[in-house]
C-alpha cells in the first residue's frame, strides 16, 4: 500500500523559506515513474486547492499564487517528493498536503482533488507579518 508522509512544516516569518518533504513508501518502482505527484493546501473551512505537480517527465505546474516563489521536485534517491518555499506570505499560511496518482498524467492544468489517488496526512506551514 503507496504512503505519503509530509514534514518540514513550521512557523516562519514573512519574507522567510521552508521546505516541505514527502516520503513515499510501499511503492515497488521509483517515484520518477508515478504518473503525477503534486502539493495542496487547505484552511480550515475551506476547500483543498492545487499549489504544485510534477508529471513523470519532470514537467511542473504552479498555481499563478506561487509562482517564482515555490519549486516543487522529485528526489529519486530518497523516494520524495519536496517543494520548496521561498518569499513566504501570511497568505501561504494553510495545512499543506502531497498527493500522488499511479495511472493519470497531470495534464495541462493543475490537477485538482479528484485527480489523486494518494494523499498524505498534511504539514502545518504558518507564516507570521
Known amino acids: 500500500q503507496v504512503q505519503l508522509v509530509e514534514s518540514g512544516g513550521g512557523s516562519v516569518q514573512a519574507g522567510g523559506s521552508l521546505k516541505l518533504s514527502c516520503v513515499v513508501s510501499?511503492?515497488?518502482?521509483?517515484?520518477?515513474?508515478?504518473?503525477?505527484m503534486g502539493w495542496f493546501r487547505q484552511l480550515p473551512g475551506k476547500e483543498r486547492e492545487g499549489v504544485a505537480a510534477v508529471d513523470a517527465v519532470g514537467s511542473t505546474l504552479y498555481a499563478d499564487s506561487v509562482k517564482g516563489r515555490f519549486t516543487i521536485s522529485k528526489e529519486n534517491v530518497k523516494n520524495t517528493l519536496s517543494l520548496e518555499m521561498n518569499s513566504l506570505k501570511p497568505e501561504d499560511t494553510a495545512m499543506y498536503y502531497c498527493a500522488a496518482d499511479l495511472f493519470s498524467p497531470c495534464g495541462t492544468g493543475l490537477p485538482g482533488t479528484n485527480d489523486y489517488g494518494y494523499w498524505g496526512q498534511g504539514t502545518q506551514v504558518t507564516v507570521s507579518s
Open positions: 510501499g511503492y515497488t518502482y521509483s517515484i520518477y515513474s508515478m504518473k503525477c
